[in-house]
């Protein structure tokens, strides 16, 4: 079973559910990008479900807008320049420079981000760094190599062509802008490492294999913050710690609006709760109390309280006298 047969059922859903009738019906399908969407939530739990993960309707809009036709002028301006599965493509020339290293092939200092050259009108070095792999290790460019070519497949259907494209070229735009003014750039492994961030934002619960451990997005993420990009920016001066910044440009334009919101209706959930446990202890604090001396239950636990006809309250000892 593939993507076409996926589009095949929907279509024959469609007409039996009378969303449509005849030939329209039977010939009604979706875009590829959201087909390609609803196959990858299909096939990404092991075992075919109509609906696939939990989507927020900020991450479906994409499909939402493709299915209904309502493109903005933004919107379909990016989608004529985006290219499809961009990552792809960085993965593979990815995988060709690293062949090429290992063959001893003087390639690096041709592509390498250098600031100086790109002054002196070698241009290129602006989009070829993205093709240098940051290790020598076969087994380590294997797993990165492969992870980085499924974050971009799932980003792609979950956002969209012309989204993933941006996000991805924001990056590249941030470690250029750190190299030029900062003097350094981490490559094309802070960019992997932006497109994992976005995952586990979007799916924080989904399992992956972690050197052969399942293990949740959001935790990978969480290590992986910790280490290196953590550790390099707690121990890096200025200069390093706005380069991590400047190359993650990508994540804090697309997430930090939501995630700041998120933060605040936290805090104004906790104050909320805060002021509600605060009343409970009040209320419970003079459940009685008396109108004499002013004794409470808490105050004096030993003593007794009655309330009068007027529905006043005392205490035994100051009770007033028929």
Same mark, same amino acid.
């Given at each position: ?26 010939? #009604? ?10 196959? &990858? ?14 989507? &927020?309707?900020?991450?479906? /809009? ?16 990016? *989608? ?32 390498? +981000?250098?600031? /100086? ?11 070829? #760094? ?20 499924? %974050? ?30 900062? $003097?350094? *750039? ?7 490492? &932006? ?23 959001? #935790? ?11 550790? +390099?920016?707690?121990?890096? $001066?200025?200069?390093?710690?706005? *380069? ?23 805090? *104004?959930?906790? /104050? ?13 604090? /003079?459940? =009685?109390?008396?109108? %004499? ?24 000892? =100051?009770?007033?006298?028929?």
């Amino acid at each position: 079973m593939n993507s076409n047969a996926s589009t095949r059922i929907i279509s024959r859903r469609a007409d039996r559910d009378g969303n449509g009738e005849g030939k329209g019906a039977r010939d #009604w399908k979706l875009p590829a990008a959201c087909d390609a969407a609803l196959w &990858s939530t299909v096939t990404a739990r092991g075992k075919p479900t109509e609906m696939g993960p939990r989507r &927020s309707a900020h991450n479906a /809009a994409p499909c939402q807008d493709a299915r209904e036709g309502t493109h903005s002028p933004a919107v379909t301006f990016l *989608s004529r320049l985006a290219i499809p599965g961009l990552i792809r493509y960085v993965v593979m020339l990815n995988a060709l420079v690293f062949l090429l290293v290992l063959l001893k092939r003087p390639v690096l200092e041709l592509i390498v +981000l250098d600031p /100086a050259l790109i002054l002196e009108g070698q241009v290129w070095r602006l989009v070829t #760094w993205i093709f240098i792999p940051t290790t020598n290790s076969m087994l380590w460019i294997f797993f990165y190599l492969m992870f980085t070519w499924w %974050a971009g497949d799932m980003l792609e259907a979950t956002w969209g062509t012309a989204r993933l494209n941006l996000y991805y070229l924001l990056g590249m735009a941030g470690c250029t802008a750190a190299a030029f003014f900062f $003097g350094m *750039s981490f490559g094309s492994l802070i960019l992997s490492f &932006s497109l994992l961030l976005a995952l586990a934002t979007l799916e924080p619960d989904m399992e992956i294999l972690f050197f052969f451990f399942p293990l949740k997005l959001k #935790w990978v993420a969480l290590i992986s913050l910790v280490y290196p990009w953590g550790f +390099l920016f707690i121990s890096g $001066g200025t200069a390093t710690q706005l *380069s991590i910044l400047a190359c993650l440009v990508n994540y804090l334009a697309f997430f930090g609006p939501q995630l700041f919101r998120q933060a605040k209706d936290r805090k *104004s959930t906790h /104050a909320r709760r805060a002021k509600f446990e605060a009343a409970k202890l009040d209320v419970s604090a /003079a459940l =009685h109390r008396c109108e %004499a001396c002013g004794i409470t239950e808490m105050s004096n636990p030993e003593a007794d309280f009655r309330v009068t006809d007027d529905g006043r309250e005392y205490c035994t000892s =100051h009770l007033p006298r028929a």
